[in-house]
């Protein structure tokens, strides 16, 4: 069914990027930009929603992977693309990995609080540093990186990222990851190394962070430091919850969702951070399970009625 | 030799600071078990209720005596956020009481985000001067140091401050009742407390302190803006985690040593580290000793 489905996304890409050609540069940006967001939001979604943990520095692995992609096809501009371009985005992914293991081990082994605020940090951490080497640019960002992500990569990319999520979910490790967020000391008793599922969760959580900045970058051609900020974070947080934390689908409808919320809102700056943060404040109170789950009383019926 | 005295002495008066704050993440999360993310703006709001009050209050106080006039604004800024902080929490964290942790966590964020967006709307995003409340004096000038008035009041008031909520949480009634509720909620609350008064009160406490800090750091640095909030209040978690978290004679000792670090860190030659000093004190404190300096371990019950 999985196999299926990633089948039938694939094909889905390619037959996109064929269509590519006629479509103008303003959709065609939103377009992808809405595969990204997609594999951010889902690769969030594994350590949010499924594990239960909350990171708060998914930008922070964003640009980890973003500018480590691009350096590599900086350097490698002669090779051929269809080789470098994957190469890169798998080598910023596993930098991005990297980087998640160094902050996660250290704060997953406690409770899930530490977790936000060291993952804060990091992403804060990461711009600073980014902002002081000057070899990728400094402040200035990194300028004249090559076009190669088009439809075609972006929707691979978000297809790869359901698919693996959704294998890792329904497999051992991902029973692990749900009994975790359920109960941890109950999971404990059961002799589930706690500790190591977090961090396996987070660890692939910011890969795909790292493959999605990545994409970013090679199709922006331009990254600086101040696009992978909090904020940045945050709007990713906020499709996880709106989609409901664990309901894969629901975060693709909201990673779709808020991307065009955002191009629609783009003339309201400072109006939309406003009702962002009291979207997740009234979210939270109200329907803390996201906005496409349905409700309780509506299943009761349908159930009533299938009987 | 007088430069590191110097170091010390800006170091105390930016970790009374940071102490102040920290103050009000260990109080409520010894009451909640929570991180108030919204606390660091909370701060904020304190520095620009005091810009207004200030200026609102100018023509009321000619001929008053400065600091009398300074006194005035803090308190009344002090009263104005522990009103905030109190309407924040029956708002936002009490729908909220027996939801899991994460749930919570996630509020605090959009309360967060939301003062600092608010923030942004109502008072602009361009830094904004602070006036000088108490009139600027350097001293110690023949001896090669440079103590301004500013800093000695600050460092003066956050002692005093401090020995007032000792009183409080020590002495008083009400303080005996949060050190109930923070010990265990449902006992205190079958002991006949009101921990929703309770709770209430130790948020009020909590963003009073941190409203004097707020305009403490104003005074020092003399700009605001609406998301200066975030750096000192990271730095003060942290500082409140290093002191080990819920316990308030940690926070302070958590929050002195920070600032007297970072401003330790400032003066070398890696300066440019300073902002990244909190994280990596953070991350160790998370690896060695997570309870903290002066926290106790505390053993998860089923």
Known sequence: MARLALLAAVVLAGLASLAGGRIDPYHYDILVTIGVNIILAVSLNLVNGHTGQFSLGHAGFMAVGAYTSAVITLSLRSGPVPVVFPVALVAGGLAAAAAGFLVGAPSLRLRGDYLAIVTLGFGEIIRVVLQNLEAVGGARGLEGIPFHTNLFWSYLGAALTVFTVGCLVHSTYGRGFLAVRDDEIAAEAMGIDTTKYKVLAFVIGAFFAGVAGGLYGHFKQYINPEGFNFLKSVEVVVMVILGGMGNTAGVIVAAIGLTLLNEGLREFEVYRMVVFSLLLILLMILRPGGLLVCPQWLRHLWRKRAK | ?302
């Open chain 2, 1 to 302: 030799m007088t430069e590191a005295v110097q170091q010390l002495i800006n170091g105390l008066s930016l970790g009374s600071i940071y102490a102040l704050i920290a103050l009000g993440y260990t109080m409520v999360y010894g009451v909640l078990r929570f991180i108030n993310f919204a606390h660091g703006d909370v701060f904020m709001i304190g520095a620009f209720s005091g810009l207004y009050l200030a200026r609102w209050l100018k023509p009321l106080v000619v001929g008053w005596p400065p600091l009398l006039a300074a006194f005035v604004v803090l308190a009344g800024s002090m009263c104005f956020c522990a009103a905030l902080g109190m309407l924040i929490e029956v708002l936002a964290y009490r729908p909220l009481r027996k939801r899991p942790r994460l749930t919570v966590l996630i509020t605090a964020i959009g309360v967060s985000l939301f003062l600092e967006y608010a923030g942004q709307l109502v008072f602009g995003a361009a830094p904004r001067g602070f006036p000088t409340l108490v009139p600027e004096k350097t001293y110690g000038m023949d001896i090669g140091l440079a103590v301004t008035s500013t800093q000695l009041i600050v460092v003066a008031v956050t002692l005093v401050l401090l020995a007032l909520l000792r009183h409080v949480v020590l002495r008083t009634k009400l303080g005996m009742a949060m050190r109930a509720v923070s010990h265990n909620p449902s006992a205190a609350a079958l002991m006949g407390i009101h921990t929703n008064v309770i709770i209430s009160f130790t948020f009020g406490l909590g963003s009073a302190l941190a409203a004097a800090a707020g305009i403490f750091y104003s005074l020092l640095y003399q700009a605001i803006d609406p998301f200066m909030g975030i750096g000192p209040g990271i730095k003060a978690f942290v500082a409140a985690v290093l002191g080990g978290i819920g316990s308030l004679p940690g926070a302070v000792l958590g929050g002195f040593l920070l600032g007297v670090l970072e401003t330790f860190v400032g003066g070398s030659r890696f300066s440019t580290f300073r902002d990244g000093i909190a994280f990596a004190v953070l991350i160790a404190i998370l690896l060695f000793k997570p309870s903290g300096l002066l926290g106790r371990g505390e053993r998860e019950k089923v």
